[in-house]
Every structure is written in C-alpha cells, then in structure tokens.
C-alpha cells in the first residue's frame, strides 16, 4: 500500500512517500507520455529516490514530505508531478511508524517463525523420495498410450507417499 512512513532502519529519522509502482503507473497514465514516471516526472519536478524494491519507491522532496505539517499530508504534490494536473486530495493520510525497538523486533520474529516454523516442519516432514526406477518405466510407457488426465490421475497415484 502507497502512504507516508517513518522508518528508522531505511530512511534514518526521515520521512518518506513509498509509492506502489503499479499503482503510480496507472495515475501516471493520465499524462499520455510513454515516459518512465519515476525520473521523468517525479525526479524532474524535485523529488528525490531514497530508496526502490520490489513493486514500490520511496520518495521525498518538497510539498510531499519537505517543509510539511505531518497531520496535513497529502500526495498532491506528486501527483501534479505524475499527472500535470492539479492534485485534488481533500483528505489527509497518516504517517506509518515502525517500530525498530529490540523489543518490537524480537515480538516480530517471534511470530514470523511461529508462522513459518510451521510451514518449514510440514515442508521438511512432506520431503520428496526419487521416483524408483519402476514407478519411471511406468510413467514413460503411460505417456505414450494415456490421455493428459488420465496421466496427471496415474502419475499422482504413482508418486503418492513417495
């Protein structure tokens, strides 16, 4: 999700703007150009990446997180930027502040690997022996005589608790 964070363990004490990429690129669409909206538009008009992953960047610059009152926040700044139009938000987004304490960390591994502790013992107890070689001769004399689900049925049956 787009919104305004504070994130010590990426951007120190500053605020920033991270901005879905799919969903910018839609905005961004407005314009008409084929232009990258990132350095074409954004970083043109005085925005500055701080940082970019996997579907989303962190922006700052000014009238979005510079020289701003963070109860009154909004992203008309950059979407004048993206768009070339006048921003219309009327309303205001919070600041998302995580938590980077040793105490909140520790509560977040704790339940990520109660999560996915889970799923790793399942994954590990569900291990995969090699097909046997007769289960192999098998399978390659049913490819040549069977229908495609008729051999999808046959070949999970075959492979069945191995």
Known sequence: ??????????YGDRLV????????GRYHARCGC????????AESAGFTVVRQGSGFVALV??????DVDETRLTTNA???????????????EPV????????????RKAVNDQVHGQRRERAAAAKA???????????TKLITKASKERFND??????KGT
């Open 1 to 10: 999700m787009s919104g305004f964070t504070r994130d010590p363990k990426y």
């Open 17 to 24: 703007y991270e901005a879905l990429l799919t969903k910018w």
């Open 34 to 41: 084929k232009n990258n909206w990132i350095t074409d538009h």
């Open 61 to 66: 610059g000014p009238d979005l997180t510079e």
């Open 78 to 92: 950059l979407w004048k930027a993206v768009t070339g139009e006048k921003g219309a938000q009327d309303w205001f």
């Open 96 to 107: 998302r502040v995580i938590d980077r304490s040793e105490k909140a960390e520790a509560e």
């Open 129 to 139: 022996e090699p097909v046997t070689e007769a289960q192999l001769r098998y399978l």
């Open 154 to 159: 046959e070949f999970a049956a075959a492979i």
